[in-house]
């Protein structure tokens, strides 16, 4: 049985973090930190976890937890992750954003390289059993050759676009970002905030792949609505196309259309949440079982996506396509403000 921690359990998606181990066979939830003792005691009383801390250095050192879910703002990613490689923190989910500029993605990437420590971040929404079902369609080749893919979301880069990028991902595995294009708008979600989400209110943008596919991404209001619903966060939707048909997913509904045959049907967004969230979990330790199962939201791969971010930013900003992997300023944030102010 691992013994698995939080740290950060003040807000954001803590809560789905912790009520996801009731669907979890190989671990429990041991400890949990936090800065904020009154936030940490009405947590661990929800949740009924003894141990709690103010300091998640103190935990690692003494509670030696085996997984670490990292549920903090993205300007600390790097020195948690660094506290875990020193205390033996065997694995590590995070939440996205992974980093928030050029400076940071680089200082992660360059940690990457010697870690011991197995990181992946929390793309829950690649486990959810209707994304896993539509894409091991594609995977199995039932749409035929690959083509093109569509992905949008509500919400902006940093926010939701970060988990449309590793949607593009997951239904092309095998795909290698050769170059970008991109287009951005409006400066408040470049404004600072605590949860340090930095990234324009929207954003387009064309990606070619070294085999030829294309994808396109869009974020923010200019994208596509998928309920008449005002709330911004439950947009997400990505379709992929092929010679021989098409899956299209979205947060509350899905439809395929494979050799001429159409299938469609609706889900409930919160119940395969948290089942992607307990399975998502269940891959880590597979992992660390075997390290041979890499776990598909490795840091690795997250990293290749954040890049591809970082070269929308910097094909915004010299209005001209960019070859990936970029090699990123690093201040691209200050820059955008300073250019769409």
Not at 25 to 30: E, H, S
Not at 194 to 221: E, Y
Request: charged content about 20%.
């Amino acid at each position: 049985m691992y013994k698995c921690a939080i740290v950060g359990v003040g807000g954001g998606r803590a809560k789905g973090h912790a009520e996801a181990y009731q669907h979890i066979d190989r671990g429990r939830l041991t400890a949990i930190s936090t800065r904020d003792r009154s936030k940490l005691d009405d947590f661990g009383d929800q949740f009924g976890v003894a141990a709690r801390y103010t300091d998640y250095r103190e935990m690692f050192a003494q509670e030696r937890p085996d997984l670490v879910h990292v549920n903090t703002p993205p300007d600390v990613r790097i020195e948690v992750f660094e506290a875990a490689e020193e205390y033996g923190v065997a694995a590590v989910l995070v939440e996205k954003p992974l980093a928030i500029d050029g400076g940071d993605y680089r200082a992660i990437n360059a940690f990457a390289q010697g870690a011991k420590t197995k990181i992946a971040v929390n793309h829950q929404l690649h486990f959810h059993p209707r994304r896993q079902h539509l894409q091991q369609l594609v995977a199995d080749g039932q749409i035929g050759q690959l083509r093109f893919i569509d992905a949008s979301c509500g919400m902006n880069l940093a926010y939701q676009g970060t988990h449309a990028l590793q949607a593009v991902g997951a239904f092309h595995p095998q795909g290698v970002p050769a170059q970008v294009l991109g287009q951005v708008a409006g400066a408040d979600g470049l404004q600072d905030t605590p949860r340090k989400h930095f990234a324009p209110d929207q954003c387009a943008a064309a990606i070619a792949f070294t085999d030829g596919v294309r994808a396109q991404l869009v974020s923010g209001p200019f994208a596509p609505r998928v309920l008449d619903d005002e709330r911004t966060n439950v947009h997400k939707r990505i379709a992929v196309y092929g010679s021989h048909g098409y899956v299209h997913w979205t947060m509350w509904s899905w439809e395929t259309l494979i050799d001429g045959k159409t299938d469609s049907g609706t889900h409930q967004y919160p119940a395969e949440d948290i089942l992607g969230q307990a399975a998502m979990t269940e891959a880590m330790f597979d992992w660390l079982e075997d390290d041979k199962r890499v776990h598909p939201l490795n840091l690795q791969a997250s990293l290749r996506d954040f890049n591809t971010m970082l070269g929308i930013y910097q094909s915004a900003l010299g209005r001209t396509p960019v070859d990936l992997p970029c090699e990123p300023e690093a201040d691209l944030v200050g820059q955008l403000q300073a250019a769409l102010a």
